[in-house]
């Protein structure tokens, strides 16, 4: 019996050592033409101890720019410039973010989202900034999809160039009325402010809270309280995810945070207005969502 494992402990093992067909490949820069490095250099004004999401990263959005049925990839960085790469087919991409004029201003960016926001049937581009932290200077930035492969950037034409320390974004229509909404996702510092009980997400702030901004024909209105949306200086704003949860046709919010403070669970009431319900619906969450 002994000799009979041995024998089929040693057949499962040749069988194992097999060559297998890869099931996932990762082709060089140099076959796709992808060469975006978000390359970070510590200095004594900003680094890990100065800012501490100085590693979390930039953001990525992909998205057919040109209507060809293919999807393009927006990349942004944070001590680097934005790039825009145009899918040629084949996974070979040109990097065409001159052309387009779509590198950005701002110091240190951070998501990137795609979504048609003037309704013309092209994808426009929307990037966050964190702009006033260690002096890093800029604002989240537009990208309105000219049709042509170039891009004009026109954040203040729409309400939405933010200077806070923006980490994400989301589009939606939570109103239903047809246009894109945007919920931009921002996030806190430590600070002595910070630290105290749950009541700080009551109170707004300008720099760290979030915002839902109202599509109201072109021109973004910033609606975050009366739509019931929490702006406190303890929301550490990781990640988000839109999805109708509930099933009553109308799109809910899930807000993960960071560190001490509790994830948000927004349900939509359909009449313009959120309720943040988290404790009735899970019964465990991570601290660093």
Known sequence: MNK???????????VSCKDEPELFLNPSPEKTGVTFK???????????????????????????????????IYFSGNQVKNQLYL???NLKFEDITEKAG???????????????????????????????????DGYNELFINNGDGTFTERAAAYGLDLDTY????AFLDYDLDGDLDIYILNHAVHTQSSFGKADLRYER??????????????????????AGIYGGINGYGLGIAVA???????????IGNDFHEDDYYYINNGDGTFTEDLKNHFGHTSRFS
Not at 4 to 14: A, K, R, V, Y
Not at 41 to 49: P, S, V
């Open 4 to 14: 009979f494992f041995s024998l089929l402990i040693l057949g499962l093992s040749i």
């Open 38 to 72: 978000n390359t970070l250099e510590a200095t004594e004004d900003m680094n890990i101890l100065d800012y501490l999401y100085f590693y979390n990263g930039g953001g990525l959005a992909i998205g057919d720019i040109n209507n060809d049925g293919l999807p393009d």
């Open 87 to 89: 899918n040629k087919g």
């Open 102 to 136: 779509v590198a950005g201003n701002s110091d240190w960016n951070t998501g990137a989202v795609m979504g048609d926001v003037n309704g013309d049937g092209f994808l426009d581009i929307y990037v966050c900034a964190v702009v006033g932290l260690n002096g890093l």
């Open 166 to 169: 923006s980490s994400s974004a």
């Open 205 to 226: 702030n300008q720099q760290t809270g979030d915002r839902l901004m109202r599509n109201d024909n072109g021109m973004f209105t910033d609606v975050s309280e009366e």
């Open 244 to 254: 109708d949860f509930n099933l009553d046709g109308y799109p809910d919010l899930y």
